[in-house]
């Protein structure tokens, strides 16, 4: 399946699921802007502060090599508005 720049997309991996706008695709790895990690708390599931527990707070970009992505799919309405809320502050 191939994804515009406008999407928002989860992709699904071994070290956890992660969302953000499509931005590049090649035969070996996938790009989105914006990355965001989900978690699950007590409140539900939300999003956490990085994409890991050692990287930096507001990665612009984030490349996934494909052999350890599971899936990839469009990000649910739910999720989507979500994502477009904790990137601008603006509610949806």
């Known amino acids: 399946m191939s994804y515009s720049k406008k999407d928002i997309i989860s992709l699904i991996t071994n070290a956890g699921e992660y969302v953000g706008r499509f931005k590049d695709e090649t035969e070996t790895t996938i790009t989105i802007a ?3 990690m989900l978690i699950s708390g007590e409140n539900g599931v939300g999003f956490a502060r990085s994409v890991s527990i050692t990287a930096k707070e507001d990665i612009t ?3 996934f090599n494909k052999a350890g992505v599971t899936f990839v799919t469009l990000s ?3 999720i989507e ?3 477009i809320s904790a990137n601008s502050g603006i509610v949806v």
Do not use: C, N, Y
């Open 34 to 36: 914006d990355p965001k």
């Open 61 to 63: 970009e984030l490349a």
């Open 76 to 78: 649910s309405d739910v």
């Open 81 to 83: 508005k979500a994502f």
